[in-house]
C-alpha cells in the first residue's frame, strides 16, 4: 500500500516513519515543509492511506494558525475531490480542538472538512485528538515541557518552573504511533472520531523531579519503578537527550586484598546488581543471611560456591565456571562462601534481592566450616 505522511519530518511524523519503514508492504512517502506543490500533488493521487501530520502550532502571527491547519487541509480535501480520490486519512488533531483559541479553532475546523470530504466521497476518516505529546526526537524550548525539561537536565542547564502544582496530560509518541499503524490493519474502532491514546496526568514539580532523578542515576544507581508505564516512557525520552559523550561512565569500586567490588544498579521492589573481580585462591563470603536471597553467576574465570545450613549438617559445593551460563541460588539460613579456584581473575555478577543498607547489613559471619572454628563462635554469637 502507497502511504503518504504529511508533516513526515516533525516530531510525530519521524516516529511515525521510522516505524512504517520497518513494514514490507508498505510504499512510504514523506512530505514536509520545503517539498514542492507538484510532489505533494503526485503523492495524493498515488496515496492509500494518507496520515496527515503537519500543521502549524507555534506561528509567527495569529492568522497563520487558519492557513498552516485548517486552510491546509481543506486544500488537501479538495484536491483529492476533484480528482475522484478518497483514501483513507488518518488526522492528528488536538484537544485544544475543544477550546476557544485560534489553534483549537483551526484544527476544529480541519475536522470539520476532513469530516464533509467523508461524508461526500466515502472515504474512512480517523480523527485523533492528542495530548501533549513526548518521546525521543521532540524538540526542546519549542511547545514540550518535557522536551525541555530533558533536554535541560541531560545538559546540566537549569530549569523554570512558575507553578509546580500546575498539572498537565502527558501521552507517549510511540502509543501514537502504534495506533496510527493499527490503522493499517483495521485493527480500531469505527467511526471518525478514533479512541483516546493512555496518558498520565502529572504536575510539573513531580514531572521535574523524575527527570532530575534520572539525571542522578550514575551516581545513585538507583532505577525507577519501570513497572510503571509512564516511568519507562520518560526515562527513554530523557535517556535520548543525554550528550553520546555522558553515555558512558564510571562505576564507585572497592578494593582490597581480595580483589574489587562495585555496585551496578538497584531499585527497592527489585533489589541489586552488584559485580566483583576476585584474585586467585581469595574466598568471599563465609556468612548468610536471615531473609535476603542472592544469585551468583561467575562471568569469567572458575569458582567453588559452598553452602552448608547454618544449624548444621553437609557442606554442598558447586563447580561453577565463565564458559558455562550456571547460576546459583542462595537461600537464607545457608552460610555461603565462593573461592576463585583458577589460575586468573574471577569476575562474579551477584542480584541479592535487597539494596545493601550500611545501617542495617543483615549479614552475619560465619564460616562454612564453623564445626572447625573455636567453639566460643556459635550461632547465636555470630
Known sequence: MNILITGGRGFLGRNLAAQLQERKDCVLSICDQGDSTD?????????????????????????????????LTEQLCQFLQKNRRAPKIIFSSSIQAELDNPYGASKAKAEIALRQFAEQTGAS??????????????????????????????????????????????????????????????????????ADIRSCR???????GRIQAFHEMNATLTLPDFGDWFNRALYATYLSFVPQEALLYYLHSKSDARG???????????GQIFVSRTKPGVTRGNHYHHTKTEKFFVL????????????????????????RYQVIDIPPG???????????EMVTLFWSSEIFDPDRPATYFFPVDFDKTPKSLSLENA
Not at 510532489?39 to 498515488?46: M, Q, V
Not at 502529572?202 to 521535574?208: C, F, P, R, S, V
Not at 574489587?260 to 527489585?270: G, P, T, Y
Not at 545450613?309 to 565463565?322: F, L, M, Q
Request: aromatic share 10%.
Open 39 to 71: 510532489d505533494f500533488n503526485k503523492w495524493l493521487l498515488e496515496a492509500d492511506i494518507i496520515f496527515h501530520l503537519a500543521g502549524v502550532n507555534r506561528p509567527q502571527l495569529p492568522h497563520d494558525f487558519e492557513s498552516g491547519n485548517a486552510g
Open 125 to 194: 476518516v480517523r480523527i485523533y485528538r492528542l495530548k501533549n505529546l513526548f518521546g525521543k526526537w521532540s524538540r526542546p524550548n519549542y511547545n514540550s515541557v518535557t522536551a525541555t525539561f530533558c533536554h535541560n537536565i541531560a545538559k546540566d542547564i537549569p530549569i523554570a518552573i512558575s507553578d509546580p502544582a500546575r498539572e498537565l496530560e502527558l501521552s507517549y509518541v510511540d502509543d501514537v504511533v502504534d495506533a496510527f499503524v493499527a490503522e493499517l490493519d483495521e485493527r480500531q474502532n469505527s467511526g471518525h472520531t478514533a
Open 202 to 208: 502529572i504536575q510539573l514539580g513531580d514531572l521535574a
Open 260 to 270: 574489587s567490588l562495585a555496585e551496578f544498579i538497584k531499585q527497592k521492589n527489585f
Open 300 to 323: 569469567q574465570g572458575s569458582g567453588l560456591i559452598r553452602l552448608r545450613a547454618v544449624e548444621g549438617g553437609a557442606i554442598k559445593e558447586y563447580s561453577v565456571s565463565g564458559c
Open 334 to 344: 545457608f552460610t555461603h562462601s565462593i573461592t576463585n579456584v583458577g589460575a586468573e
